[in-house]
């Protein structure tokens, strides 16, 4: 884990944004003054399937992902819901299943609130997801292709750990 933000070094960070639906993931070589995308994506489950068969998807996908590109740190969107209760508690048990995946090989953990990631990119607390598409493609010089919600979250996750750290 970083002990403080003077000591940041260079790290390979793995930016998840939660669901059971969709999984918005992000990988990202950090440094103090850079991000550097290496990949991103978003793992979709069947809808038809049961909840424990989606989780046990996205379990496996995560680990393929952590195996694959060797991140050494997690950093994930904290939940934030106000209506539904019954998606709230199925992503709340994702959430869960990807912690689980994450601290099984050993990444350091990290959460950040919407609020948080939306000041970090776009510095302003309520922007749309317009404005913080906008601000992440700005960032990350990102070719204007499409880009999943859930994934552009996860790369804005990327944007939020650097700047939290190297400052």
Known sequence: MINSKSNFQSVRLL???????????A????????????DFGC???????????????????ISEL??????????????????????????S??????????????LAFFEYTPLQI????????RANKDQVDKMVRLQLKLPSIKIIDDAMDALAI?????ATYSS
């Open 43 to 61: 793992i979709l489950t069947d809808k038809k399937a049961n909840l424990i068969s989606r989780y046990q998807q996205i379990d496996q996908e």
């Open 118 to 125: 939306k000041l970090s990119v776009t510095g302003y607390g």
């Open 27 to 38: 990988i990202g070589d950090i440094d103090k003054h850079t991000v550097k995308v290496i």
């Open 15 to 25: 930016g998840l944004d939660p669901g059971y639906d969709r999984v918005g993931w």
């Open 93 to 106: 048990e994702a959430r869960g299943v990807m912690i689980s995946s994450c601290f099984r090989h050993q």
């Open 158 to 162: 990327l944007i939020t750990h650097q």
């Open 66 to 91: 952590i195996d694959k590109l060797k991140p050494q740190q997690v950093a994930m969107e904290s939940l934030f819901y106000q209506h539904n209760q019954t998606t709230a508690m199925h992503v």
